[in-house]
Structures are given as C-alpha cells and as structure tokens.
C-alpha cells in the first residue's frame, strides 16, 4: 500500500517538474486564494489592534450639554466640582451662527464690514474646547468681572479682517459695539468652527445680541467618567429643571471597540472566502484543461493496467501538490503583504502563528477539493475513447 503511494507521489511529483507552465497556472490561483486568505486576517489582526489602541488611549473624555438660555457661569461651577469634571465651560452662539458685520476700527468706517458668526465663550470654555493662541492672551474672569469689551479673533477670521497680531490692541466693531482684540487663536480642540469668526466672553455677548440664546457646556472629563458625568450633569446645571438640560454622551469606549473590531472582522474575513473561492474556481478550471489536454496519456496508463482509482488519485497528489507549492509562496506574499501595510499604516503588523502556519495546508486542501472532479472525469476515461481522440 505504502509503496503503491510512493510511486503514486513520485509521479506527480514528475508531472508537476516536467510541465512547468501548467503547474505555474495551477499555482497562480492557490497563490491567489491563500495569499488573500493570509494578507487579510493579517490585516484584521493588525488593524484590531491597532483600534484597540486607538481607543485605549484616546477615549471619549468630552460631554456636550443642551440647556436654556437662563444657564449661568454659575451653574457651569457647579458642574465643574464634580469628582471626574477636569475643565467645563458656557458657550452659545449669537443668533444661531448667523454673521454680524463685523468692521475694523472703533469707528468702523472707511472699509466694508465683514460677515462674521459671534461665539460666546467664558474663560473656562477656553480651556474646556482646547483653545491654542497664536498671538497674544486670552480674557479671563477679571475681565468678566469687570466688564471690559473685549474680544477674540478665530485665525480665519483674523485673516479677512487683515489682522495679524494683537500687538497694539487693535479694535473692532461688531454689529455696532466696539471690542478691543486681545488675542488670536489658531486652533482649538474642540469648537473649532469659532476660528472662523469672533469669540467673545459672556458679558460683552450680551450687550451685543442679549441673553435670549441656549446655552451649550462643554465638559472634559477624566478618562472613564464621561458617562457618569453625563448622567449626573443635567441635575447639577438646573437642579429644578433638569429635564430641560439634555447631554450628548460618548459611547462606552471599550463597547465601541468592540463594534468596530467586529465589523472589521467580518468584512475582512468576506474578502478572505471571496479569495479562496477565486482559487478554487481557477485550480478546478485549469485542472480540467490538464485533464482533457493529457486524455491520450491517461488513456495509456490504463491501458497498461492503471485502475480508475490510481488515476483519480494520481490526479489528486497532482492538484495537491500544486496547491501546496501556493499555498507556501502565498503565505510568503501575504506575510509581506501585511507587514508593508501594516507599516505604512504606522500599526503594528500582527500575525496569527496557527494561522500562518497551517496556511499551505489550506492550499493543499482547496488543491485537493479543486482537483476531485477533474479526477473523476479523468477516472472515467477509457482507453479506446482515448485513442479515438
């Protein structure tokens, strides 16, 4: 028995040697298959880990609250002594992002004003967005306290107006009050739709357009307690009405996590079975053209007392061996192919060891499946049939 699968492996160990076309096109779709197989749960492995730590250490550390126009500094205070709260801040917008004209000099005449959209900040909500100056200071409660007319320019705001720095305490008049510009800010992590106009603290807000516009709070929070702060914050703002405070929380980071590897993993595991199935497809079809191209030698064979079922095994070790030979350089491809991604993307290339290993297996198996059928047509095959074709 032994010795009939020696002789049977040495064979096909020949017919793949001697026709080094046909076995490259057999190959060529088990490197395919396996090499998809292997980039792509390299891919999902890498790119799950790199989520991970995405969201490890970027958690959602920011909660937005919604409330009535009657929400005060105070109210934000409040707030901020609660145990998880690191900075919180008021902000509204004036009639609704709506530009003002906004002109440059106490006067403003001589230039045609700018549209410009007003933001309402307190000093606190200048910490709380993440603001960045690139010229000069920000307000802070003693400006408040004392009511000065002060103001903020976003850095795209600060360009129309043709306003570089805040050296010289340039002025400007928005919607018929005149502020004097303190800083610039160039950048802000949150909020940052402000850069493109004027902020302003709350006193200097309501002089302008009133106090009739809801209010938002800003909120940053310690890792892992924004949802707390979520639940607890409405309370704290309007502790008579909480139910007119509404709060944007983030999702649990370690549930959206989860949801994100788990799409990725299932889109790239489609993408892994797509390949396989191309390779299976392509062995099977160019191992049926062997078969019919090689209907003269087999029908020989069996002339010369080969049984149907050596045939149909001598064509299986055949598709197996080739499945093998792709199942080892699409391994090969797909390990590269995942570590220069992997790099490109800055993840860290992880691989699967059971996988990468059990990887040409998988190319015999899908060489053995693609070669059954094209083993039993050529099985059936006699040897007069062969000679009349």
């Known amino acids: 028995m032994f010795g009939g699968l020696r002789s049977a492996l040495m064979e096909a160990a020949t017919s793949i040697v001697r026709q080094p076309t046909r076995t490259l096109l057999c190959a060529l779709g088990t490197v395919v298959a396996v090499g998809a197989f292997t980039t792509t749960n390299g891919l999902t492995e890498s790119a799950s880990n790199a989520v991970s730590a995405s969201f490890s250490e970027l958690r959602a550390t920011t909660v937005e609250f919604q409330g009535p126009s009657s929400l005060t500094e105070g109210d934000v205070a409040r707030l901020a002594r609660l145990r998880g709260v690191t900075h919180a801040g008021l902000v509204w917008d004036l009639y609704q992002q709506q530009p003002l004209p906004v002109a440059i000099g106490p006067s403003g005449s001589g230039t045609s004003p700018t549209q410009l959209s007003v933001t309402a900040m307190s000093p606190s909500a200048l910490t709380a967005v993440g603001a960045v100056l690139s010229s000069g200071r920000f307000y802070d409660t003693g400006a408040e306290r004392h009511h000065q007319m002060v103001a903020l320019l976003g850095s795209s705001a600060a360009a129309q107006l043709g306003i570089s720095s805040s050296l010289g305490d340039p002025a400007i008049r928005v919607f018929g009050t005149v502020l004097t510009v303190v800083g610039i800010v160039s950048s802000a992590q949150q909020e940052s739709q402000s850069l493109l106009g004027v902020i302003v603290p709350p006193y200097a807000a309501g002089i ?88 003269s030698e087999i029908g020989l064979r069996r002339a010369i007392g080969y049984s149907r079922l050596e045939i149909a095994r001598l064509i299986v070790l055949e598709a197996a061996g080739v499945g093998m030979l792709g199942g080892i350089l699409g391994t090969s491809i797909g390990v590269l192919a995942t570590a220069a991604i992997a790099s490109r993307n800055h993840w860290t290339p992880v691989m699967n060891t059971s996988l990468v290993l059990a990887a040409p297996f998988l190319g015999v198996a899908v060489g053995i499946l693609a070669g059954s059928y094209p083993s039993i047509r050529a099985a059936r095959i006699t040897p007069m049939a062969a000679l009349r074709s």
């Open 208 to 295: 302008i357009a009133g106090d009739r516009f809801p209010r938002r709070v800003i909120a940053r929070t310690a890792p892992g307690a924004a949802q707390l702060i979520g639940r607890a914050g409405p309370a704290e703002l309007d502790p008579y009405q909480p139910h007119q405070v509404t709060a944007e929380i983030p999702p649990n980071p370690t549930t959206l996590r989860s949801q994100v590897q788990a799409s990725l993993s299932t889109l790239l595991s489609v993408l892994s079975l797509a390949g396989l199935g191309i390779g299976f497809l392509s062995i099977a079809a160019v191992t049926v053209m062997s078969v019919a191209q090689r209907r």
